[in-house]
């Protein structure tokens, strides 16, 4: 089994807080290298995302390459489950997803599934409460995710090419995926060594 626990931070843009165990590793590097997966259709939907068996196409359909990966590293159900807004917010709030992995199928248990939703209870708790930029010096460092290298690599591609951080996000994507390279190594090389991507082409007049 493996654990995982992400938050939408802002525009949509995913970041991965944790992972813990191997099969957590797997699906977190595929979600981000791949830009789908459960966790990411439940940020999205902002609902629970409950799949016994990722060999099962009605419940796989928002995401079936990740399905079939997820399926080849050995992650054969999946289960991702939200925190609850609170009634006293207003306004959209970040978005705070604890995940599940295991490597058989099979759906958890009622007293498991309430285990994971007061983890990921607790966890939405102590990001409530964690210092923002300018409370104190230690602000800007209480959020640093594995994938960090990747959201940098994408800010420093949206510069260069002129565009918006998703599509930047998908121009990183797709030259990892045509380089058969994982992202997080693609992304270091840009952010560390000054690797830059080939310039986009120019837009063509006659397609608007």
């Not at 609850?84 to 248990?109: A, E, F, I, K, W």
Request: with cysteine; proline share 9%; glycine share 6%.
């Amino acid at each position: 089994m493996g654990l995982t626990l992400a938050v939408d931070a802002a525009l949509a843009q995913r970041v991965s807080l944790a992972a813990e165990g191997p099969l957590a590793a797997r699906g977190e590097a595929l979600q981000i290298n791949l830009g789908e997966g459960p966790c990411i259709e439940a940020l999205t939907r902002r609902r629970a995302v409950l799949v016994p068996d990722l060999d099962a196409p009605d419940l796989t359909g928002a995401w079936p390459v990740y399905a079939q990966y997820a399926r080849a590293n050995g992650i054969r159900a999946a289960f991702a489950l939200c925190a609850v807004t609170q009634p006293d917010q207003t306004g959209p709030q970040p978005g705070l997803v604890l995940s599940v992995y295991r490597d058989r199928p099979g759906p958890l248990s009622q007293q498991d599934l309430e285990t994971v939703r007061t983890h990921v209870h607790a966890a939405d708790l102590l990001l409530l409460t964690a210092p923002r930029p300018g409370q104190n010096d230690a602000a800007d460092t209480w959020l640093l995710p594995a994938d960090a290298v990747v959201h940098q690599a994408t800010g420093m591609i949206s510069s260069r090419h002129q565009v918006t951080t998703s599509q930047a996000l998908a121009l990183l994507r797709a030259h990892a995926h045509a380089g058969q390279t994982d992202l997080h190594d693609l992304a270091k090389a840009i952010v560390h060594d000054g690797l830059h991507l080939p310039e986009l082409p120019p837009p063509d007049p006659t397609n608007p």
